[in-house]
């Protein structure tokens, strides 16, 4: 006779469902090492007294980038833009195209090239509010 402990158990297990998002597992990663850089900047300038928050800035532009392009899948991208270009194909070429500026405002914020011009910066503003914007409707909305 089961005990009314292991009943309980088994009823939540089975009443949680599991919910799966769209985003990549390169995605997440890509998330938790801009967590971590974000951590490592604080620890730098509050313990050590070392500022690194420009290469900080750089490597966040820079990751959030290649995490777009890698969620954009540009070599099926591409592909698919050749048979037919449809509504999915124009949200993956955005994300490619976000990620291309990502990347590219990350090298030039690098401190051995420091451009700073103020549409750079706001572009880089621009690109920031988006990618919160895709982190949030890819982590948190879209469900298969």
Excluded: C
């Amino acid at each position: 006779m089961p005990k009314k402990s292991d009943e309980k158990k088994e009823k939540k297990s089975e009443e949680i469902p599991k919910v799966e998002s769209k985003v990549t597992k390169s995605f997440i990663n890509i998330l938790a090492i801009l967590s971590i850089l974000g951590f490592v900047g604080i620890v730098s300038s509050t313990l050590f007294n070392r500022p690194i928050e420009t290469y900080i800035e750089s490597l966040w532009f820079i990751l959030m980038g290649i995490g777009f392009l890698f969620e954009s899948h540009p070599i099926r991208l591409l592909s698919t833009i050749r048979i037919k270009f449809k509504e999915q194909n124009f949200t993956a070429l955005t994300t490619l195209v976000i990620g291309a500026l990502a990347l590219i405002a990350g090298i030039l914020t690098l401190p051995q090239i420091a451009i700073e011009n103020p549409a750079l910066e706001s572009i880089k503003g621009v690109i920031s509010i988006i990618a919160i914007l895709f982190i949030i409707v890819q982590t948190w909305i879209i469900k298969q």
